[in-house]
């Protein structure tokens, strides 16, 4: 079963409880969702592998480190994911970034594919894929299944809030990924929305109905 990790740092909890009132505004939205992400990739990529390089300082030469291995793609399920994607870039400035564009039917609640832009060695890449939302499952899933038909392998799906039901279904469609949330809410309610949740993400995000 794939690892599944609520990111519990303060300042995570903190502005995440900001972002669910139903106060908040589109601006204020916008900036905590990117403000969150910035601080979800600090945890996610506390794995990376390091390599020594050797270096010279003003004083002599020495050996440090450096990230080694992998290179990153962070690729956000639009539209939500967009909304992350500029914070994780704060600190992995280097970073490719593929999108994968997918909206949910809402009367049948399944994922439909409309978009798939991605660097083209995607394969050779460690993949941070990101969704403010992770409610049935769906979309996360069906976005996994998209990378795997490019031979990726080595897939993070980062969320923001995450139902018990999306966990579950994304663990048994694909055990080998992990995933990150910042919470772990209650349930779904009848239209598939998480509870207590946010709302629409991309809705408050962009400011559409
Ligand atoms: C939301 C959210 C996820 C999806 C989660 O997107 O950003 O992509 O729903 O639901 P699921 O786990 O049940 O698939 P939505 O379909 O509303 O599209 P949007 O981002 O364009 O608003
Ligand atoms: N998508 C959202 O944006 N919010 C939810 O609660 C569920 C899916």
């Keep these: 079963m794939s690892k599944f990790q609520v990111v519990e740092h303060p300042l995570i909890q903190h502005k995440l409880s900001i972002l669910r009132r ?18 979800m990739a600090y945890e996610v990529s506390r794995d990376l592998p390091l390599e020594d390089v050797e270096i010279e300082t003003p004083v002599q030469k020495t050996t440090v480190k450096q990230i080694a291995g992998k290179k990153l793609a962070i690729v956000p399920i639009l539209r ?9 870039l704060k600190l992995i400035p280097a970073a490719r970034v593929g999108h994968i564009g997918m909206y949910r039917d809402e009367e049948t609640l399944k994922p439909v594919e409309y978009l798939v832009k991605l660097p083209t060695d995607i394969a050779e890449r460690q993949i941070f894929l990101v969704d403010p939302m992770l409610a049935t499952g ?37 055990p080998d990924i992990e995933i990150y949330a910042a919470a772990l809410d209650e349930k779904l309610n009848e239209h598939g929305y998480i509870v207590p949740g946010l709302g629409d993400a991309g809705d408050r995000l962009f400011g559409t109905k």
Excluded: W, Y
Aim: with cysteine.
């Design 22 to 39: 139903k106060e908040a505004s589109t601006k204020e939205f916008r900036e905590l969702v990117d403000e969150i992400g910035m601080l």
């Design 80 to 88: 939500a994911g967009i909304g992350m994607v500029d914070g994780i």
């Design 138 to 174: 769906g979309s996360a899933i069906l976005a996994v299944d998209s990378l795997k038909k490019r031979q990726a392998t080595n897939i993070k799906f980062v969320c923001l809030v995450a139902a018990p039901e999306g966990v579950k279904a994304l663990q048994e469609a694909h």
